[in-house]
């Protein structure tokens, strides 16, 4: 929960709804997630796109994010301060803001 930025009045949740979760079926997300390659028609995608990687993110996550934009013309990446993994828990106006402004609104 933390390593994830699950704030702290959302802890006890947290922590019930992964009690649920079987061992067998974190094993698979996590090598899953591990295993991501972006798909080819990524850089064919029309539209643009706002990366987001928390400063606090693990090296290795700023530098899938720098990739994911540098593989779609005309996105771009941003490093949040102060967020890690936890950018709409953290930043929830950041985010709302990204999503109306590539909505048009």
Partial sequence: ARQLGVLEELVPDYLRDSAVVSRQTLVTSVA????FRLPSAWSAFPGTAVVLAGARERPVMRASARAT??????????????????IPFRRPDLVA???LSLLGG
Avoid at 32 to 35: G, P
Avoid at 69 to 82: K, N
Wanted: charged fraction near 25%; hydrophobic fraction near 30%.
């Fill in 32 to 35: 899953e997630n591990l295993d």
């Fill in 69 to 86: 934009g540098d593989a779609l013309p005309g996105s771009t990446v941003q490093v949040v301060p102060e967020c890690g993994h936890d």
């Fill in 97 to 99: 803001d990204l999503c």
